[in-house]
Structures are given as C-alpha cells and as structure tokens.
C-alpha cells in the first residue's frame, strides 16, 4: 500500500508540473534573472516547432495530452528495459539514451506519422521541443537531493575536499583548456568562425559540468570501493552546482545581462547564498520533523517539499544556487536528518527516493536523446570539429586531474593512480550540458550559427561519453582490479556458501520424512543447492593478520548495526547513534590493522565537559546551561550503556565471524593466540563502558533513575507493540482495532521521547520538598511554582558551591548528594537531602556564616532572591512557611552542638523540628511557652528564671522569656 502511495505520489508530481506549464504556456524566467531574453519573431525553428505541436495538439480540444501521453510511454519503456534488457553490459541510461534517439529520429522523418501513431509523434515532438527550464526545476532537484541523500556521510566528509578541487579550481582549470582548444580551432580555420573569447568559455563551462550516473551505476554493481564512487558522485554534484553559477556569469555578459561588481564576489554570493538556503530550510525540515513520530505521510511529503522549495527559492527568488541549495539540504537530511525521520519511516524515505531518481532518470535520458534527434543538424565541418572536441575534453579533464593529483593524494582518502584514471576516463555529459545548451539555443541575441554550433557540438559530446566512456568504463575497472574483492574477503564468501549449502542439504533429509514430499525427484531438488564453485574469485593466499583485520571489520559493522538496531527501537538518542556510529567509521579507515580497545575518541563521547557544569552556575543563561548539563549527562549513559551491548553481542558472535582456514601445523598455536587477543579486546571495551555506568551511577543516582525510568518505559511499550503484531498474525483482532491500539502505544512511545529528564527531575525536587521543614507545607500551586522558577544545579564532587561571606542571593535546598560546610577551613557539619541552606541568611540578610563544597556529586534547587519576592507576592502565605524554613535551618545546627540533644540521631533531630512551632514575639512582652526547649531564630529575649540577654541564634533551655524587640522562636514539643 505504501509503495503504492509512494508511486502515485511522485508520478502525481511530474504530472501536475508538465500539465501545469504546458496548459498555462508557462515558461520560467530562468535559473537566473540574467537569462531572461526578450524573443524577437525571427525565433529558432526549435520554438517554431514548439508551436506547431501546441496549436496542432490543441485542435478540437482544450487540452494538451502530448505531456501525459509521453511520461506514461516513458514509464513503460523504461521499466521495459530494466526487465527486458537487465543482463546487457549497457548501462541501463544508456539504453534509454539510444531509444530516445530512436524516438527522435522517427518523429523528426515524420515515420511515426506514416505507420499511423500521430499522437505517438506528438507526444515525442512535445518532448523534443521541452523548455530547458523545464529539465532543470523538475529533474535537478530530485536527481541531486537524491543522490546527496544516499551518501555515505563519514566517507563525503572525508572526500569532500578533493571533490571541491575537482569541482572549483579544477573546473576553471578545464574550462580554460577547453576554451583555447576551441579558440585555437577557430585560428586554423577548421570551424567556429563566428565563436568569440566568451562563446568558446560559455562552452567550456556547459562541458564541463559532469554526468556520471551510469558509472555510479556501473561502479555499485561491480562493488568497487565506495570511496570511488563517493568521489565521483560528489564531484558532480559540486561540479554541477558551480558549472550553473560560472555559465550564469558568462551568459550575463554576453547577452548584456551580467549583475553588477566584481565577479569573484558575485561567484562567492551565489554559492555561499544556495549552502545557506539549503541550511536553513534544512534546519526548518529536522525540526518539524523532530515533532512528527512514525507518520510516512507527513515525513515524505515535507521532505520533498523542501527539496523542490530550496531549489525554487534560491534560483527563482534570491537568485542563488539552486544545485548547491539542494546538495546542503541533501547533505543535512544525510547527516543529522538521518535520525530525525522515525525509524519505521526511513526505509520508505529511502526506497521513495530510489523511486523518484528511477523515474527521473527513465524520462530525462529518453528525454536528452528525442532533444538531440530532432533539434541537432551535423555538416562534415560539424563532425570534424566534433571530433576534436571530444579529444579536448579528455585532454582538459586529463590536465585537471594532473595538476591536482599531487595534493590529492595526501588530502583525505586520498586518491590512488588507479582510481584517478577511472575518475578521468568517467566524467560523461548528460541532461545538465544539454539544458544549459538549450537556454542558450533559444536565445535570439546570440547568433544563430554559433547558438546551432553549440547544440551540435554538446548533444554530440552527450552521445560519444555515453556511448563510449559509458560502455567501457567497465573494461576499465576489471582491467585495474577494482572490483576484485581480495582473498580474505573471497574466503569469507566461499566458507559462507559452504554452510549455505551444508544448511540445505540437512533441509533436503528433514525434507524426504514429509509425507507430502517424499514422493520428490531428489536429485532436481539437489540441483537447486548453491553452487560453490560458481563463485569468481576464489581466495589463493592469505596470513592471518589479514584474517584477524578483516575479522575485526566485520565485528565493527556488527557493533554498528547494534547501534542503529537499539535507535530503530528508541533505546539510544539520534545524537547517540550519530556519534558512536562516526567513531565505528572512524575505526573502519584503519581497515582493521588496529585494535578494537584503541577508541580515542570514546572517553570524549562519555566525559561531560567540565566547562559545561561550570557555565550552569552562571546568573542568566545558568538555566539553558543546566538543560544542556542534563542532556550531556543522559547522552553519557546511552552511549555507554549501548557500549557495553554491543560488545557482549560480539563476544557472543565472535566465533561464527571467524574464518576457519586450513592453516595447518605452526600456525595453529598462533591463530589461537590472536583469536583470544580478540576476545581480550572486546572484553576490554566491556569492562571500561561497565566501568564508566558505575562511576556515573554513583555521582548522579537520580539523574541515572530517570534515565533508566525513561528507557524502561520504551521498552515495556516496545513489547506491547511486538505482543499487538503477535495478536494481529494470530488473526485475533481486526485491521482497525489493531490501527487503534497502535495509536495508543505510539502517542505513548511519542510523548516518552518528549519527556526532557528536568520533568522526571522535578518530581525528585517535590518529594525533597515534602521533606523539607516549612516547605513541606506549600500550596501545590505554590510548590509547582517554586519548582519552574527555581534553578537546578548539579556540583561535581569536590565544587565549592557557595564561599562564606559571600551573598547567598537566596536559598538553597539540597535534592540529591551531600555537602559539607567549613567555617575557616574547619570542617563543621554536612548537609544532605532535603537540608538547607542559605535560608537564615536569607532570613536575616546577612552573608554566608560557611563555605560549602560538594563531599559527593550534589543536585540541588536554587531559589533566588527575586523568585522569593515573586513567590510570596502570588502566594502571601509562604513568606511565614519560608521564616519556619530558615528557622528549621538554624535550629538543626544548634541541636546538634547542643549536650541536651546530643544522643539524638539526625533522623528524631529533623522530626523533632518538623513538629515544632514558629511564634513572632512582640517588643517588650512575656510569653509563656510549653516545649522541650525554645531556639531563639532572630532578635533578642530575656529569659525570666537567668534573667539573661540572648542574641540569636540561640537554644534556650526554658520557655518564659520576655522580648528585647521584634524577636522570632521557634519552640521544640
């Protein structure tokens, strides 16, 4: 149903666009303002054509069919020729390039009409006389994005920099060459005559822009190195985006066009402008998609929608690159987008696009070859200076490629000599040459023998790379050997095989005791058993270093695949997988020559930065700081946690990954000893990430509780949905309920992923403060909003968090961990959960009386000294709850040093200030109270029986006292 939809979807789409411009006689502007020509009557036959076809195609009717008539014949040819022509050497575009000019040639000697298919050769000729704009706001956009969505970002970011020298200084460097090969032709009078400087660079750059989809194609089939074809792909993408922006600029001045100052600035304004659409339209997409959970629907759509978006809108709009808008947003959804479509969505993302590209791929080459068939003439003048500029192009890749080879080789990957004939030899010429082409062609202020030159000479370099270059690339790499897998490799897949094989034959005997089948002719059933000595490449030596190099790839990719298995199920973050899947890349680079417990970077992807917990304590931006704490801290825990899984699903896999050659004799002893340092390699990695989860548990247990919370409740939903799919294959509940009860699970699933640890934190401050003296007894509004407004700190073990004598800007109650507090550097007491401090200061608006520091990792709430002004402003009654807190404070630390109090623990201490009573005396007056003792919280009191002055604070034995002033007591029962 979904393949379906995804169908409907994207032909619905080319549909709608080829209608639209075709019914409305709609003609873009131009990729920039730059081409935007006023036609004068004396048109090309090209545009006379064109209107032939629409006033012929519209005759007796109100609408143009030709378009939809087309794209449904292409559709069919094109899955015609996969199916029909799928064990021919010819790449697949190939094949449509030479029917499309099949098409052509037919419609163009009008044979289509004579054997009766009129409307046939109308829909061709419709596709031969295409807008050139067309080709591009249509194709562009999904060929690119779909090709920057499918690579490989660890191995781009990595190419990247030899693929921007190929496609910047590289392309000017082939653009020159190939404009004074052109020039040099015109001065020795073998053609060209009417070309000037700026036609033959305009040329220069259409040429220049790369096509290389059948030798992607060509080199994922045969399994060459993904480095090779990443740098191939990658170099047309970028080569594409700044040939447009070069052919803009000289297109400009040519036709009188060009935008105003300096050229380099305009170059630099139009590429930097489409990475910055693409940016931000990128940024806009993750974070919708951020808020969308399991939806195909709405995760597609929007997807496509920003790639065509970024492309209109940077061309059309901001008059930027729309290639480089759509590469950045590619390369975003690539990366860190890769995490932020769901799961469950992202199979369907991918195979939608794999769709599209097919599809466009199927309609632009049949497309390029109608347009060369019936819109180019050759003379043998036009031959020969065709000729001759095929050799130019491969002359000027060539010196590209020369020039810039040295500093290649040491940049990145690199790029051996091998794989640089391959990217020479590859560099074929497509749809993108022939669109620019035809914006030219139909653009009556250049002449019109150069405009016919410039198709001729483009179409034809179109056909030779695709017929030649195409066709025999694959020579080419067989020749070098780089699809040849290695002997390791090749003994992997041969021992593979055998136990295929092996496994069948035991099914064949289970398969002879089925009284349904017993009856079968086992010798064809045997015939259907893998064959193992069809495999091509047959493994002729080897050591075992090698063995135990390639052992340890293939033990990374599992590890991999772990992580991206517990991120499918929502056990680990997207930016957890994201690092810990860079750093498997990372070790992949190595080729496996080294150890499994060699991880640089892992201590880096655990470790919470110190700077980070620091910057928490600051006065404004403490709060985003301390989210950022949090999130750190939890990221920590997934990563080790999904650490530590994924090494105990190797050590368990480790001996059916091995490779069990016959090595015989001597090396026996060692292929143990090495096969042990393996497993000593995944158990180190083990004990270190079981190492880290303890430590961190111990320094941050509630923060580690919420986390667990968190990931238990994912699970438990997990097995929920994998229990529904059990009862809907049982047939026990129907199509809805189960769509129901899905629903359910997945707003559950979706409101977990919302759920921020500061939430779970919170209930942590709430029970504190249900056990905090005074405070316990707040409103729940009052509570909820101490809680928003209060700052939640974390203290590494060893912090000073507050300095005596400073100001305490508030009060302090402590959630998780214990402080002690110095008086001078003299150990005087500990605070722990649900303590306070800060609160008599407070109280009495005075400095800290101590210095506290955090003996273990310490998480508390700060109340700040506005937020307390806020709080008993809204809820009046706290000011007197606040006073019987710093009240608590006070009186817990002079019981303690108290003889009366001293065989009491801390726990009858806290409960015995719990029950006490706050009184305000007044100035002069005696009061009378019944206790076990009275502390004095703030003023003075005489008591009658010592008639004694005491100052607070202050334990008094009895409780008749007389007041100096405004005093406060709290009285103990």
């Known amino acids: 149903m979904k393949r379906l939809l995804i169908l409907s979807t994207i032909l619905a789409l080319n549909l709608n666009l080829g209608f639209a411009i075709q019914k409305e006689h709609v003609k873009n502007d131009s990729i920039k303002s730059q081409t935007e020509a006023v036609h004068s009557t004396n048109m090309t036959s090209v545009n006379e054509n064109q209107g032939e076809v629409t006033e012929s195609s519209h005759e007796g009717h109100g609408l143009n069919l030709a378009p939809f008539l087309f ?33 052509g040639i037919l419609t163009r000697f009008d044979i289509m009409q004579t054997i009766g298919l009129d409307m046939v050769g109308q829909a061709v000729q419709w596709a031969g006389n295409i807008d050139p704009h067309l080709i591009l706001y249509l194709f562009l956009p999904t060929l690119i994005f779909e090709a920057a969505y499918a690579l490989h970002i660890h191995t781009f970011k990595k190419s990247l920099a030899n693929a921007l020298i190929l496609a910047v200084p590289g392309i000017l460097v082939a653009i020159a060459i190939t404009a004074f090969a052109l020039l040099l032709i015109k001065s020795l009078g073998i053609g060209l005559n ?15 822009a790369t096509d290389p989809v059948a030798v992607v194609a060509i080199l994922k089939e045969v399994g060459a190195s993904k480095r090779l074809s990443t740098i191939t792909e990658s170099e047309s993408m970028l080569n594409d985006g700044t040939a447009i922006v070069i052919f803009m600029t000289i297109f400009g001045l040519i036709t009188g066009e060009a935008a105003g100052g300096n050229a380099f600035v305009n170059f630099l304004r139009v590429s930097l402008g489409g990475v910055l659409v693409g940016a931000v339209i990128g940024w ?63 199979h369907f993302l991918h195979e939608f696009w794999e769709l599209a590209a097919f599809i466009a791929n199927t309609l632009i080459f049949i497309i390029v070859g109608v347009v060369i068939a019936q819109q180019v003439n050759y003379t043998i003048s036009d031959l020969k200076v065709l000729l001759l ?28 000599f091998k794989d640089s004939i391959v990217l020479w030899w590859g560099g074929l010429r497509g749809a993108v040459a022939l669109a620019l082409t035809l914006i030219v062609a139909i653009d009556s202020r250049i002449p019109l023998e150069p405009r016919n030159q410039l198709l001729s000479l483009t ?20 020749k070098f050997g780089l699809s040849k897998i290695g002997d390791i490799k090749a003994g992997l897949m041969m021992q593979s095989l055998q136990q295929i094989r092996l496994s069948g034959e035991k099914e064949i005997e289970k398969l002879k005791e089925n009284r349904y089948m017993s009856g079968a002719d086992w010798d064809k059933v045997s015939s259907f058993l893998i064959d193992v000595d069809s495999v091509e490449e047959k493994p002729q030596h080897f050591n075992l270093e090698d063995t135990i ?75 985003i700081w301390k989210r950022k704490f949090l999130n750190r801290l939890a990221l920590s825990y997934d990563c080790a946690r999904t650490f530590v899984a994924a090494q105990e699903e190797n050590q368990k896999s480790l001996s059916s990954l091995i490779i069990g050659f016959s090595i015989g004799g001597a090396e026996s002893s060692k292929e143990t000893e090495l096969l042990s340092a393996l497993e000593d390699e995944l158990n180190e990695n083990r004990i270190t990430g079981q190492t880290f989860l303890r430590n961190l548990r111990e320094k941050y247990p509630d923060i580690c509780r919420s986390i667990e919370t968190l990931l238990a409740s994912r699970s438990l939903l997990n097995q929920q949905e994998e229990m529904l799919e059990r009862l809907k294959k049982q047939g026990r509940l129907e199509p809805d309920e189960v769509e129901r009860i899905q629903a359910y699970i997945h707003a559950s699933m979706k409101q977990l992923i919302d759920t921020s640890l500061k939430e779970n934190t919170e209930l942590k401050v709430a029970a504190a403060l249900r056990n905090t003296p005074g405070l316990k007894n707040l409103s729940k509004d009052a509570q909820q909003f101490l809680i928003s407004k209060g700052l939640l700190k974390i203290y ?77 402003s809204k809820f009046p009654e706290t000011k007197r709850l606040l006073t019987l807190c710093a009240s608590a404070d006070i009186a817990l630390e002079l019981l303690k040093q108290n003889e009366k109090f001293s065989e009491l623990s801390i726990r009858k201490l806290r409960t015995l200030i719990r029950n006490a009573e706050l009184f305000e005396l007044s100035r002069g007056e005696k009061h009378l109270f019944s206790g076990s003792a009275c502390i004095l919280v703030k003023g003075q009191a005489i008591t009658d029986e010592q008639d004694t002055l005491f100052t607070a604070p202050a334990i008094l034995d009895e409780c008749n006292l007389r007041s100096k002033g405004d005093a406060l007591a709290l009285i103990l029962p």
């Open 71 to 103: 794209i449904v014949l292409s559709l069919f040819i094109g899955t015609a020729t996969r199916h029909l022509f799928s064990k021919v050497p010819l790449p697949y575009t190939i094949i449509l390039l030479i029917i499309g000019l099949t098409l």
């Open 194 to 208: 009417e070309w000037t400087f700026l036609l033959a660079f305009l040329f220069g750059t259409i040429i220049s």
């Open 284 to 346: 806009g997409i993750l974070s919708w998609l951020k808020k969308v959970f399991n939806d195909a629907l709405i995760e597609i759509t929007v997807v496509i929608g920003a790639a065509y978006l970024s492309f209109y809108l940077a061309e059309s709009v901001l008059h930027v690159s729309g290639v480089i808008a759509v590469v950045t947003l590619g390369i975003s959804m690539a990366g860190p987008g890769k995490t932020k479509v769901s799961p469950e969505v992202t």
């Open 389 to 416: 500029v095929y050799i130019t192009i491969h002359i000027a890749r060539l010196g590209t490629i020369y020039v810039f080879y040295p500093l290649m080789r040491r940049i990145g990957y690199g790029i051996a």
């Open 459 to 478: 179409a034809g370099i179109v056909i030779l790379t695709s017929l030649i270059n195409a066709t025999t690339v694959r020579w080419l790499i067989d």
């Open 549 to 623: 190099a390639e052992t340890r790839k293939r033990l990374l990719q599992k590890e991999k695949e772990s992580y991206w298995r517990q991120f499918s199920m929502g056990m680990l973050s997207s930016e957890g997988v994201n690092l810990l899947s860079d750093q498997i890349d990372a070790l992949l680079d190595y080729g496996g020559k080294i150890p499994l417990s060699t991880r640089q970077n892992i201590e880096n992807i655990w470790t919470t930065p110190k700077t980070i917990a620091k910057l928490q304590n600051l006065p404004l931006v403490g709060r």
């Open 796 to 872: 590494p073990e060893g912090s000073v968090i507050a300095k005596q004598g400073s100001e305490p800007d508030g009060i302090f109650i402590i959630i998780n961990g214990t402080a002690n507090y110095y008086e001078s550097d003299t150990l005087t007491g500990v605070k722990e959960i649900s303590d306070v401090f800060g609160a008599y200061e407070w109280l009495l608006s005075s400095r800290l009386r101590y210095t506290f520091t955090a003996e273990t990792p310490v998480t508390l709430i700060k109340i700040n000294t506005s937020t307390i002004k806020l709080l008993t």
